[in-house]
């Protein structure tokens, strides 16, 4: 950011009174702007035993297979935005359940959410930002071809927490999460 989008004037880069961290303030009229981390909300969508993978048409990791997942949208809330990537990324209508995966990932600037959500039908087609869309059985996953440490993370948790009957058993669950390593592949 070069210049204030309140009124033009030129910015620059220092601490402002009462704060700690290096800010863009305008030199001007004084505004501070945040940068602060995206949002990136998506599903883990289930049909019976089966999970719901895309496959990339975009960069970054084009070709690699993901969970349907996108940047939250102003307006919306975290559920509205998974349940609405879910569509946009794999044709599917899905019920959206519980808060499953947070996952910050700093060096990214990101904080991605997953959540739990069942397919209202089998019915799913590849959205403009996937080539293609399958519905998997845990062994059948390609787990060697999958986009983001985040997601494989994800259903590795899921997978986990499914043979455990932690969905089954009417019980609560911890909602999952961790912080991811810059060395790692988001």
């Given amino acids: 950011m070069k210049f204030c989008s309140h ?13 700690s ?18 949002n990136v909300v998506g599903s883990i969508p289930v049909f ?3 999970v719901l993978l895309c496959r990339r048409a975009i960069e970054p990791r084009h ?26 990324e794999a044709g599917s209508i899905v019920e959206i359940g ?4 947070p996952l910050n990932v700093p060096h990214a600037e990101q904080v991605r959410l997953f959540y739990l959500a069942t397919m209202t039908s089998p019915d799913f087609q590849a959205g403009e930002e996937s080539l293609e869309v399958a519905l998997f059985d845990e062994q059948d996953i390609p787990w060697s071809e999958i986009a983001f440490s985040t997601v494989k993370q994800t ?4 997978f986990t927490d499914r043979a455990a009957g932690v969905f089954d058993s009417g019980l ?7 912080e991811i390593l810059p060395t790692e592949k988001i």
């Fill in 98 to 101: 519980s808060l499953y995966s």
């Fill in 48 to 50: 019976g035993k089966q």
């Fill in 7 to 19: 009124c033009a004037a030129p910015i620059s880069i220092k601490i402002p009174e009462d704060d």
């Fill in 21 to 38: 961290r290096e800010r863009h303030v305008c030199d001007s009229c004084g505004s501070i702007h945040y940068f602060n981390p995206r």
């Fill in 155 to 158: 259903l590795e948790w899921f």
């Fill in 63 to 88: 070709g690699y297979w993901t969970l349907p997942a996108g940047f939250m949208e102003l307006g919306e809330s975290t559920s509205v935005g998974a349940t609405r990537e879910t569509k946009e």
């Fill in 172 to 178: 609560e669950f911890g909602v999952r999460g961790r």
